[in-house]
């Protein structure tokens, strides 16, 4: 495989998943969110669980976005 | 969306062996019969049989079939050893590989009409991942002992609050987007092939989207092993 290539592959690993990622952490914080009002306190903190945990997803998404950055400039 | 023809299924039909009608069956022969679980089981013996016939006999001098392996192995290794390091590789090499040739086969077989790719359930992507997910963590806990929780406390201790959430979090994120991505690409090749072979079969419609499905299938299966590697690396390493 000529070296090209290879990089190539690498970054479309290293940075092909940045979106999915992302996603997926905001998709869990509000799930999980949802989950505590809805479930566990039975919808009488109905909204506040939901942002808090949607705002928790979105922070955990940008730290995953961080983390992808810093290995691939890692040593 | 049901595939066209499954020959597996048809053969198991004709066996007398019960084949649920959706994707999913109800009882426990009509789960073990869904067409991702066979063709599951076809991978294995065809990763097995090629294995064993292109292997067989080791010689010095390689042949045709001992060459293909030997580049393919190794030039897998070697990428291992440049990410993860020699010691790691030893343990992992194993796992990891037989995940890249499973799932590269597994997606590939999906574009011979009359087979389906197993990867195109949600079912086998999770299963994959989430073995990918528990060894993580346990080379984690192996490598750094209780120490391993730094990795989930941020970088000071006044904001453990705020950062063990997230860090938790993107941790579990991990197992949603390395399932779904997989499971997502297949799945929607898969699907686009039938659609397409159903409205213009006869004019040759998939023949684009199988060139892509190749692409595709290849590129899937190494963005798996790519992101297995950089999880288990980052696991290993120290805690800032």
Redesign the interface.
């Known amino acids: ?1 000529s070296k090209l290539s290879k990089e190539m ?2 970054l ?3 940075y ?2 940045i979106g ?2 992302f ?3 905001i ?3 509000m799930g ?1 969110g949802i989950y505590l009002d809805q479930k566990v306190f039975d919808g009488r903190t109905a909204p506040w669980f939901t942002f808090i945990g949607l705002a ?2 979105i ?3 940008f ?2 976005l961080y ?1 992808i950055v810093k ?1 691939q400039n890692r040593d | 969306m049901e595939h066209p023809i499954l020959f597996i299924s048809i053969i198991l039909e004709k066996l007398g062996l019960p084949i649920p009608h959706g994707p999913v069956g109800h009882g426990f022969l009509e789960q073990i019969c869904a067409p991702y679980m066979t063709y599951t089981w076809f991978t294995m013996i065809f990763l097995v049989v090629v294995g064993k016939m292109t292997l067989g006999n080791l010689e010095m001098v390689p042949g045709k079939g001992q060459n293909f392996w030997e580049i393919l192995i190794g ?1 897998m290794e070697d990428f291992f050893v440049e990410n993860m390091g020699r010691e790691l590789t030893d343990k992992l090499f194993p796992m990891i590989a037989t995940f890249a040739l499973y799932i590269a086969v597994a997606n590939l077989i999906g574009l011979i009409p009359g087979f389906m790719s197993p990867t195109s359930s949600i079912n086998t992507t999770l299963a994959l991942t989430i073995i990918v997910w528990v060894t993580h963590h346990v080379i984690g806990l192996r490598a750094n002992g209780i120490g391993y929780i730094k990795h989930f406390l941020g970088p000071m201790p006044i904001l453990i609050p ?1 950062m063990l ?3 938790l ?2 941790n ?3 197992l ?3 399932s ?2 997989l499971f997502g690409n297949i799945m929607a090749k898969e699907t686009l092939l039938g659609i397409l072979f159903m409205l213009a079969g006869a004019f040759f419609a998939p023949l684009p989207i199988m060139i892509l499905g190749v692409l595709v299938s290849l ?1 899937q299966a ?2 798996f092993v ?2 297995t590697v ?1 999880y288990i690396t ?1 696991a290993n390493e120290h805690a800032h």
């Open positions: 495989m592959i690498h479309l690993g290293n092909g998943h999915f990622t996603v997926a952490a998709f869990i914080g999980l928790f997803g922070a955990a998404g730290k995953s983390d290995y | 030039g705020l959430p997230i860090e979090i993107s579990f994120a991990r949603l987007s390395l779904i991505r590129v190494m963005v790519l992101l950089v980052q």
